[in-house]
């Protein structure tokens, strides 16, 4: 015999009741996800925006379309410049801009000529580590804005250490910068080679900084990585598994 199973009044009232509370977390989620864009992966990148859960994946979604990129610089109030591809074969840069130094949030190049020409994503991730990471720290930790960036370059054609053999550095397309020093608005440089291990406020700006850019670049290699990084920050947007970046 088929066993009959009868469903009253009490079990439809149980599942409406779960049915209800489902709802309800669902909306109280949505509305939470309203109210922090920067873990929201489906509202649009915001320089206003903190880093959070869903910001490398909006990151990561700029690098592979430039244009997007672009429109992102714009709505920031980041004045650019576009540049057409150069190069060829694995040192093809497709997507090249330079950033047009602005004063007010720091996002300033030395050297500003042909050496900082990036990857849109690259300067993406410049403008939100310098909203979001290096002048909180710098006005934290050492009082003063920073009204600079000191790098050693972005595009090199060469493999990783410079080999035969390997794979190619990000350097190769563009989509690198070496950060060497911070220039303050009172006159101080904070220099890697000289003040990543020296101890004080400018060493733990440093460090600070280092922990921050991790939120908003592929790869962060500092003076902790090896000998070859004493002088200088290693930013790039490497195409990376979503949530996974390389930081030491």
Known sequence: MK?????????????????????????????W???????????????DDPPGWATWRKLSHLRDEPGECRAFLSRSDIAFTDLAPAGKGPCLRADRTIVIPDRASGLVLRPG?????????VNAGLALWMRHGVQPAAEGILGSRVVALEHLGTNNCRRIGGGATG????????????????VLADGRRIRLLTDWRRGGDAAIFL????????????????????????????????????GWSVCR
């Open 33 to 47: 996800l309203q109210d922090h864009p920067q873990h929201n992966p489906w509202a649009p990148l915001s320089l």
């Open 113 to 121: 000529d042909a050496r900082s020409q990036t990857s849109c994503a």
């Open 3 to 31: 066993r009959r199973v009868h469903f009253g009044k009490r079990h439809f009232a149980s599942w409406a009741i779960a049915l209800l509370v489902v709802g309800a977390l669902l909306l109280a989620g949505w509305r």
């Open 207 to 242: 460090h600070v900084v280092r922990d921050s850019a991790c939120d908003l670049f592929g790869t962060v290699l500092s003076p902790d990585y090896n000998a070859a990084h004493a002088d200088h920050f290693h930013l790039d947007q490497a195409d990376r598994s979503p």
């Open 167 to 182: 794979r190619w550095s990000e350097h190769a397309t563009g989509n690198a910068i070496d950060i060497s020093a911070f």
